[in-house]
């Protein structure tokens, strides 16, 4: 066990995006009512304004999976052409823990799902034969970069003795899922998708189930503390840390999300700019979240819902235009 596969990928070279169709609020409803042609006019907008976007990462979605399997990987199939013709590396996140502090969730995975067999919602088995299967479907596919297992595991504020034997049982959950891709597809990547709130520690603890260590550096201040040096050496600080740890375990890292939202369009453009530089001065590729306006949490404006603490993550508007300034993105 261990993901200590030699890994050939540049995954400097990196320069994506997450991708949240524009009709759905949860990635239920956007895998449930897919749309080959918008989906694929959405990334296409991406590749018109940002000439060096070369990978995506997509939200599936267990529960689409679980009420039609067939009709689910049928359009994962179709997502997957539809990046082949764009040119794009897709990095499949098959499982979500982030649950969102506004109420607005996206859904996916919650405790009691995996941990407590005595639950009548208790789904590991469930969530086991959902992986098995779309991997097993799409072992060694050449245009998936990295499996990623599962998006921001482990959701706690972070590290304390309340949550530790949590913690160790989502890892042994992880570990199990983690195995079962390796069975089904030995070729491919893998590796989960983790948070910056436990730090080093909560790192260190996804090494033995990474290929690829998969992480989210959000310079996440407000908008009017954004220029603040003692934040921003902080910032790096922390993706040092990150580089050092996948240094020391003999693991590349790629960037999975990045680039914290704001209201302002303005503010917004500043704190891309300084992540992004950030970013590639420790040589990492990266896929800020996201590229288009979405009805998902972080990526509308107040009119379409109610909009939380990342305020609007999008790159492109509603309207299809690029957001005001957002083609800075092509400078990094």
Known sequence: MGGG??????????????????WGSTSLE?????????????????????????????????????????????????????????ELKVVPCLLNRWHDLSGYDNGGVYLENFLLPESWCYYR????????????TFSADRRIMVWDICNEPFSFVGPSAGTQPLVEAELAWLTELFEAVKRHDAVTPVGVS????HGREGLERVVPISDVLLIHPYFQVPEDQAGDQAARDAFAREVEMMVEVGRRAGRPA??????WGAA????????MRFTLATL???????????????????????????????RFAAFIEKDGAVRAGHQAFNDY
């Open 254 to 259: 790629l960037v999975t999300e990045t680039c």
């Open 280 to 310: 590639n001065r420790f040589g990492l590729g990266f896929m800020p979240y996201a590229l288009h306006y979405s009805r998902v949490a972080d990526l509308h404006r107040e009119v379409d819902g109610y909009v939380g603490i990342a």
């Open 194 to 197: 983790v948070h910056p709130n």
């Open 30 to 86: 956007n895998w449930l009512y897919f749309d080959a042609r918008r989906f694929e006019a959405e990334l296409r907008r991406g590749k018109h304004y940002f000439p060096k976007f070369n990978a995506v990462r997509y939200w599936l979605s267990w529960d689409a999976y679980f009420r039609q399997p067939r009709q689910f990987k049928a359009d994962l199939a179709a997502a997957l052409e539809i990046a082949e013709r764009l």
């Open 5 to 22: 596969r030699q890994v050939s990928l540049d995954y400097s070279a990196v320069r994506g995006f997450n991708y949240q169709p524009s």
């Open 264 to 271: 302002d369009d303005a503010a917004r453009v500043d704190n």
């Open 125 to 136: 088995s469930e969530y086991q034969a959902y992986v098995e299967d779309i991997v097993a």
